[in-house]
Structure formats: structure tokens, C-alpha cells
């Protein structure tokens, strides 16, 4: 009589599935535009902010936010990566979560303000002394998209 050996999948290859996804996936954070003159268009609007030029002074928002983050990030998708160990998320749902917490952490460093100050000719034009908002509206783009490599 022979020995019969029954392999049950417990979780392993779906496990295995979602993390060959996050190995062929990719996020991109910061402001995504049209490629126009920094007048019209918010990214190129951003990146006059994030390099500076000889007439305005860089503040970077996203470079320094991920040089200030990377370790937190680092720690946080490790605990996001235990949900998917445990079958409670897909890759998907990670590389949202983790996208979402670094346009979060951007945001936030551009409303608590990036040195040096306005000069007060800008401050008397925007009636504010806070750097990087005017209206708020590349802010309030900064934003994620989520592709394959």
C-alpha cells in the first residue's frame, strides 16, 4: 500500500500572486500635467517651486517630503504587507493605501509652509504669507497614479 499526499493551498499562492503584482507595479506621486507654461500649467508650476529658478527661490515639496518620510513609508508598507500575509488585502489596495499616505504627507508639508519666506512684495500681492499656497489649487492636485512598470 502506498502513501497518498494531499497538498491543501492555504493562502500561499495567492499570497505569492500579490506579491509578484507589487514587484511589476509602480506609483507615481506629485502633480501631472500637460507640459504648458508654468502660468497654465500646475506641473510645471510645481517643478518652478520643487528646483527654483534665478528669480524664485526653491522650495522643494516633494523631494524633501520623501528625504523626511522614506523611513516612515518604509515602516508602513511593511504593516500593509502583513495584510496581504494574511489575505485581508491585494496589491492593489496596498500600493492605494501606501500612495495615498505619501500624497497625504506632501499635502500636509506644503500647508505647514517651505522656507524661505515670501518676499513681501508676493506677500502684499497674495494678502498671505504662507509659501507655495496662493489659491491652493496645485495643493489640491497633488495626486497619485498606480500602473504596471
Request: proline share 3%; charged share 30%.
Amino acid at each position: 500500500m502506498g502513501i497518498q499526499i494531499i497538498d491543501i493551498d492555504l493562502g500561499f499562492d495567492k499570497i505569492t500572486h500579490e506579491i509578484a503584482k507589487l514587484g511589476k507595479s509602480k506609483t507615481e506621486i506629485g502633480l501631472f500635467g500637460s507640459g504648458g507654461t508654468p502660468a497654465n500649467d500646475v506641473a510645471s508650476r510645481g517643478a518652478v517651486h520643487e528646483f527654483g529658478t534665478t528669480k524664485i527661490p526653491k522650495r522643494s515639496f516633494l523631494a524633501s517630503t520623501f528625504d523626511d518620510e522614506a523611513d516612515r513609508w518604509w515602516k508602513f508598507s511593511l504593516i500593509l504587507l502583513k495584510k496581504i500575509f494574511d489575505g485581508s488585502w491585494d496589491a492593489k489596495k496596498l500600493l492605494q493605501s501606501l500612495s495615498q499616505k505619501a500624497q497625504d504627507n506632501i499635502m500636509t508639508k506644503i500647508e505647514l509652509g517651505i522656507p524661505p519666506p515670501n518676499s513681501l512684495k508676493t506677500i502684499k500681492r497674495k494678502k498671505s504669507s504662507k509659501t507655495l499656497i496662493d489659491t491652493g489649487d496645485m495643493k489640491n492636485r497633488i495626486t497619485y497614479k498606480i500602473g504596471k512598470k
